[in-house]
């Protein structure tokens, strides 16, 4: 089992900044890469950012050039960066851990965290 822990959720204005971080303990070894997704009310959990073990980055068009996932491996933490906030970015964010292959479905992925409240206001 994996256990994913997130942080870092919060009330910001929109242009502004935020980071996520996601915890991750247990059997880590098994894993190949992590994500993040978010879910707003009414609408269905939508992939936002992944990254792979090997370092390979993914990202939705909607987040590209303003989001930005790294990891720290010898905290086994990884990290969603989040600037130029807009008020559409407002969801709950979640961290999730799989083996892949895919990374941007969230069949891909066998760990949920609880969940990060991010909401941005205008």
């Known amino acids: 089992q994996v256990q994913l822990v997130e942080s870092g959720g919060g009330l910001v204005q929109a242009g502004g900044s935020l980071r996520l971080s996601c915890a991750a303990s247990?059997?880590?070894?098994?894993?190949?890469?992590m994500g993040w997704f978010r879910q707003a009310p009414g609408k269905e959990r939508e992939f936002v950012a992944a990254?792979?073990?090997?370092?390979?980055?993914y990202y939705a068009d909607s987040v590209k050039g303003r989001f930005t996932i790294s990891r720290d491996n010898a905290k086994s933490t990884v990290y969603l960066q989040m600037n130029s906030l807009k008020p559409e970015d407002t969801a709950v964010y979640y961290c999730?851990?799989?083996?892949?292959?895919?990374?941007?479905?969230?069949?891909?992925?066998?760990?949920w965290g609880q969940g990060t409240q991010v909401t941005v206001s205008s």
């Open positions: 990254i792979r073990w090997s370092g390979s980055t």
């Open positions: 999730a851990a799989g083996r892949g292959p895919w990374v941007t479905t969230t069949t891909a992925y066998d760990y």
């Open positions: 247990g059997r880590i070894f098994s894993i190949n890469a």
